[in-house]
């Protein structure tokens, strides 16, 4: 019985490290949840002897959270074209869980570019069997040897998804800054948006600059992006003057300074940007609740 219970406590203390994998290839935290609740659900429907043959449950443990996210990436992009507007992964907030087995989903997450909704977007475009060789390669430093048996493809193989998944990675971050320089511009375009002087903003945004905004159709949100700096500082104006009772706090996160939108204790939205030439490129504001449990 001892024994047992000690390798149902080294199962349990994995819970953190599947659903940090799960988030990292789904994007949200619910459908991680899922993945992960899937994976023990098959641990626990073999039978003892069976769970007795597993000399690593952790490898085991990875091993089927993989598959059960591959089988999930398979219709989730059906899912995202049915969603209401724009769809954003979930942002993730750095603060710490005491509980990493208990009811809070995440114990502890790294400010890493990793869990940065630029590099989840990214990855948003990618074949699922790339974005699954990816994260656990890449993130995770597991051997192709192993990422073969998740994905059923030859270690070769495993290897030139990696690849072509790495290509898109360095491929985006080529326009990426410096912290320093990113959040200098963040902090322009927040003194532009408070001054609520039109040619101030538009001239901290980026000519191309495009605004999405993801409230999943359950609060009002832009259904389609906002494009060009003219129209993108219109937008953030008129809702900063529909919006008096909010307040909108800088907070750090897996994409440089952003910001917390609070509203009557509660944080109501998380925006992220990204920046090129001192200049804010993109706006990407989460309002669908769905997404925001984390932060409130």
């Known amino acids: 019985m001892g024994e047992e219970q000690s390798i149902d406590a080294e199962v349990f203390g994995e819970r953190r490290h599947l659903l940090s994998l799960a988030y990292r290839m789904l994007g949200t935290i619910a459908e991680a949840e899922d993945a992960v609740q899937e994976t023990y659900a098959r641990w626990y429907r073999m039978t003892p002897e069976q769970r007795d043959a597993i000399d690593v449950p952790r490898a085991w443990l990875t091993r089927v959270a993989s598959r059960v996210c591959l089988d999930v990436l398979d219709s989730a992009r059906m899912r995202r074209e049915r969603y209401v507007g724009p769809w954003l992964p979930e942002p993730v907030p750095a603060f710490a869980f005491p509980d990493p087995v208990g009811a809070?989903?995440?114990?502890?997450?790294?400010?890493d570019d990793s869990i940065s909704t630029a590099l989840l977007i990214v990855l948003e475009s990618m074949t699922p069997p790339e974005r699954v060789a990816f994260v656990l390669h890449d993130v995770f430093a597991i051997p192709f040897?192993?990422?073969?048996?998740?994905?059923?493809?030859?270690?070769?193989?495993?290897?030139?998804?990696?690849?072509?998944?790495?290509?898109?990675v360095e491929h985006s971050r080529a326009r990426d800054v410096p912290r320093q320089e990113h959040d200098a511009a963040v902090r322009a375009f927040a003194a532009a948006v408070r001054s609520g002087e039109l040619e101030a903003l538009i001239s901290a945004l980026d000519p191309e600059v495009v605004l999405r905004t993801d409230g999943g159709g359950v609060v009002t949100a832009a259904r389609n992006p906002v494009l060009g700096a003219d129209r993108v500082a219109r937008f953030l104006l008129g809702v900063q003057q529909k919006s008096p009772s909010t307040e909108v706090l800088e907070q750090e996160t897996a994409d440089g300074l952003g910001f917390a939108v609070w509203d009557d204790g509660r944080i109501i939205a998380v925006a992220t940007l990204g920046v090129a030439g001192a200049l804010v490129t993109e706006v990407r504001i989460v309002l669908n609740p769905a997404k925001l449990s984390l932060w409130n």
């Open 145 to 168: 040897d192993e990422i073969a048996a998740t994905v059923g493809r030859s270690a070769v193989a495993c290897r030139q998804l990696a690849a072509s998944a790495r290509r898109r």
């Open 104 to 111: 809070d989903p995440l114990d502890r997450v790294t400010l």
